[in-house]
């Protein structure tokens, strides 16, 4: 583990090791710090995002032998970040990290291609991990909003004579009759 990848790693309170060939070790510096990350009290449901994460990832991305490779703290970090606040934000944090490393991985093997074939497979399977990606943060987006849309009106131009309101602008005549 180099040095980022270690102080990441004492950040979270994590430290993994192993790999799924030899079983992933995972060492916390408090009981509490997979529940931290996922945003639960629930330990059960924290050691179970825990495992889905690393399934998502490929041998070589969850693995000591492969340390520059290692993508186990870099998706823990990604999802404590986005700090989820229910389950339906955990399960989501789990997926936009999954899919931003298999994103990352399909670029990988998009610019190291040599033939047509392959640059048409990958461009096609790089493109949907992309707008994977978009729609899951919008999914969070709009979970987190209730679905509510705002509109923000950031530059106005008034002409000579003309006259602006700034503030909430209702409808009706002075006296509020309607």
């Known amino acids: 583990m180099g040095k980022i990848e270690k102080s990441k790693a004492d950040d979270l309170g994590v430290k993994i090791t192993g790999s799924a060939r030899t079983g992933h070790k995972i060492e916390l510096a408090q009981n509490s710090a997979l529940c931290r990350i996922f945003g639960t009290s629930d330990e059960m449901q924290a050691n179970a995002l825990l495992s889905h994460c690393l399934k998502s990832l490929k041998a070589d991305e969850a693995s000591d032998e492969h340390p520059g490779n290692d993508e186990r703290i870099f998706m823990l970090s990604v999802i404590r970040d986005l700090a989820p606040r229910d389950p339906i934000e955990r399960m989501l944090a789990v997926q936009i990290a999954a899919t931003h490393v298999a994103t990352i991985r399909s670029a990988r093997w998009l610019a190291n ?43 106005v131009n008034v002409s000579d004579g003309g006259q602006a309101i700034v503030g909430n602008v209702g409808t009706g005549g002075r006296g509020g009759d309607g």
């Open 113 to 155: 291609t040599d033939t047509i074939p392959q640059v048409q497979a990958h461009y096609t399977g790089f493109n949907k991990l992309a707008r994977t990606f978009a729609a899951q943060v919008e999914a969070l987006r709009k979970h987190r909003s209730g679905g509510e849309q705002r509109v923000t009106v950031q530059h």
